[in-house]
């Protein structure tokens, strides 16, 4: 007869959320204190990250972007740490295809004018045989290539593998970005934060795009010049800008963006934090069974880059 | 030797537009003045329409809803009479799919009050695991279930046959819709103006609805009761509401519903008046083929329905 092994030990800080504490127990593990557990479930801020004990193996936090527990110093390279992007995905994808379609139906427009029949209606577009361009196409990549393609658009995927999208009719590399961008209607930057991402979107790239194309952006504020930006919205040189992130967040109460009737702004609410652990839970529950099962987790940090 | 047959002559008035003049051309037609036509496609306004020759055949009208040109006395049943169902639905289901998520992501709400962290990430909900159903699922709701089904929700259709629609977890008649109301999430409207669907929304079936629904209209502004509606946003009974149509339109200025912050209004732009040529190309050729060949139109109107 074997002996059922020990359920893991998992501490859930600084508070127990009952999402998380449901999806442990699920996975067959058990919720204690930090000085007793061997993975660590953080759903609090940088600042306040706990010293570790050598036996916590590993972290899990809650972000997507982790940029900001790498600047407080807490990211190690001695035990696993996973981040969000596991189940942030659909959110972003969903966020994503929403600020999409609000812009080309000029469903912003409408809000700020009111009833328009000369502005509104020959600003209108469609997807339906639009090319958009996905910069960054990793997991939210994967969930928005099957959404766009359901509205009849063309899907182009831009990654640093290489690592061809399901549904996309092309996945390039990130050398290939200005040849992708002069070709496309639309683009949708969902890279994460790094040296090499910061201002992809500036005077130069906003070149390539058209009069008629969309920008949107649900990764990272730093992805984009904004005072390129807005200069483009102004001149008209693209039809508009529809954005979660922005840099700063939030952006100042007299930044001349707010004033752009052709600039969305949501305030990063792709995967807003009411709500947040009840999309973690499912997540933590696959990862809990894997740890204690010796597997490979999903959505573990690569030390060796920046996120 | 067979003989070519002689080209259909097709009249397009008020104005030739080059799309469709291109279209009926592609098709094998020819376009000559109205006197000397079989078939005419009319883009002009009903008060415009002019009187028919008997050698008229077929009347081909850029409108999805024709109750305007019935009012007017155009109508009759001495040829036959296409609206333009056909090549609207791919629009119609695009714009209801962006007016969803802009309300389920509050997009709206996001361009009324700017970056606020306190009212819009706790009203952001996804339509992952949510349940839409389409009232009156025809040719919009054929083009709306794959849309809404690859974002994850379950669609529920009604429609006045009950034939299924693809990709729907359930297709009921109309003797049902409180039944699906009181089980659904979210409710797109699609249907004709007639008098079955006038104020299918009104104080009774908003009462089966959820505080987190939302409402879609992209049909008919009769469809829905708008003090009653007015009156459900205003107590928060439902989530919100996002129109296309409305009644009259344009609403009157000082029309109480501009000011409530989980309303989306479009001015009617699911098919903007723009770019509509361009649409109706397609499916010209395609009738005028199909007309030339003796088969049968797309989108012919029933003169015994309302539509």
């Known amino acids: 007869m074997i002996s059922s092994p020990s359920p893991l030990p998992v501490a859930i800080e600084p508070e127990r959320d009952r999402h998380l504490v449901a999806a442990v127990e699920e996975a067959g593990g058990v919720v204690v204190p930090l000085e007793q557990a061997r993975a660590l479930v953080w759903i609090g801020e940088p ?8 036996q916590i193996e590993w972290v899990a936090l809650k972000t997507a972007g982790i940029e900001a527990f790498r600047a407080a110093g807490v990211i190690d390279d001695r ?3 996973t981040n969000a992007s596991g189940f942030y995905a659909a959110g972003c994808a969903e966020h994503a295809l929403a600020l999409l379609l609000a812009g ?11 009833w328009n029949d000369d502005v509104i209606p020959p600003a209108v577009r469609t997807l339906r045989g639009a090319t958009v361009t996905i910069v960054g196409a990793g997991g939210i990549g994967r969930e ?24 996309a ?36 790239t906003l070149a390539l795009l058209k009069p008629h194309s969309w920008v949107v952006n649900v990764a990272r504020g730093s992805l984009i010049d904004q005072a390129a930006l807005g200069r483009a919205l102004t001149e008209g040189r693209i039809a508009g800008a529809a954005l979660d992130v922005t840099d700063p967040e939030p952006p100042p109460h007299d930044d001349p963006l707010w004033s752009l009737p052709n600039l969305i702004v949501t305030p990063h609410i792709a995967n807003p ?4 652990t009840r999309e973690m839970a499912p997540w933590l529950a696959e990862n809990v069974r894997r740890f204690a099962a010796g597997e490979q987790l999903i959505s573990v940090v690569d030390p060796a880059r920046e996120y």
Chains 1, 2 share one sequence.
């Open 47 to 54: 600042a306040e990250f706990p010293v570790l004990g050598e």
């Open 104 to 114: 080309l139906r000029q469903i912003g427009t409408s809000v700020v004018l009111g």
């Open 79 to 81: 035990r696993i740490w």
């Open 144 to 167: 928005l290539t099957p959404r766009l393609s359901a509205c009849g658009a063309w899907v182009v995927a831009v990654n640093r593998s290489g690592t061809p999208v399901d549904g």
């Open 273 to 276: 934090a009411p709500g947040l």
């Open 169 to 204: 009719v092309r996945t390039v590399t990130p050398d290939l970005l200005d040849d992708v961008l002069a070709e496309t209607d639309h683009v949708v930057f969902a890279a994460p934060a790094t040296a090499d991402t910061r201002h992809l979107i500036d005077d130069r």
